[in-house]
């Protein structure tokens, strides 16, 4: 599938937080209770907001950012973070009242994560705070939301791309139930596993594929047009009303998976805007947050276009490879497949 294009200033927003990310390295992450001692503790810049306008920029898309960061040194660490990626930072607003918004965040010696949140300025975003950026959206072919700043600024900002034939990718993350007059915004809903089952109200830990597709395909029954379940190693699920797709993960060895689904979700885009096929933009995608995980922190970590390259021709050799050779055909699995 390839979508409509029309003419654009920017080619993606993102309406979002921006965070700095206070990283603790440990060899394994506490019981509550206990103490242990880590390795390092680092700031990075981060917030999936800012995250995945990073991602797209630096794969060369043309981005901009609307969020709120306080007037402080972790402010600035991000708008030079974004501003060096190329994104737009003018939709950023600074507010002198509150902090910026902080994670902190422990990794373990597997590369997983564990994030406490503290929102700070992107509490505070409130709806009226997008209406500058209305140009903005109308003429953007994306807009990324994600659900760190209040809800209703991402309903607003849904609902306007919405009328303005803007693709709307929504990250349900962090994860909570969402209303469906939101829901029927959604072009490309993107939960991962946890945040799938939290938005479908399941119980079991780890699904087979055939129930992520059964628990997707319930979801869509509440507006978004398709869901994109990101699975980790086991790749992603595109599931719509009518249709399945799998993209395969590229094995890759993790040091820090912080912040993948935020390279998926800003590669996603920019091949979206860039007019590639949907088959086009998943692969790309997974391949983005492959590289991702191979490096320490969030915006960091998001690889550009020849980092990308390099990591498809490195795998065109191998097992995962011709499965990505031939798109969309072998891509489009039949759900018999799915069963472990
Ligand atoms: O998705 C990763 C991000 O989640 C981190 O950068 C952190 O800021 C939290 O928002």
Known sequence: MRHRTKNHSQEIVVVGSLNADLV???PRFPAPGQTVVGQHVRVFPGGK???QAC???RLGASVSMIGRIGRDAHGQLLLRSLASAGANVEGVQRDPRVPTGVASILTNAA???QIIIVPGANGVLRPHHLRPAHRLITSARVLLLQLEIPLAVTAAAAQFARRAGTLVVLDPAPARRLPDRLLACVDYLTPNETELAILTGCTSRRCSLREVERLARGLCRHGPKNVIVKLGGRGALLVSP???RHWPAFPVKAVDTTAAGDAFNGAFAWALAAGQSEAEAGRL???AAACSVTHAGAQPSMPS???????LRRFARTSVGPRYQ???EHLQLASSQFAR
């Open 305 to 311: 276009m020849l980092e990308v390259q390099r990591l």
């Open 55 to 57: 991602a797209a920029a």
């Open 24 to 26: 603790v390295t440990t």
């Open 111 to 113: 590369g997983e994560n």
């Open 242 to 244: 009518d249709r399945t």
């Open 285 to 287: 995608a997974a391949a």
């Open 326 to 328: 031939s798109l969309p």
């Open 49 to 51: 907001g800012a995250n």
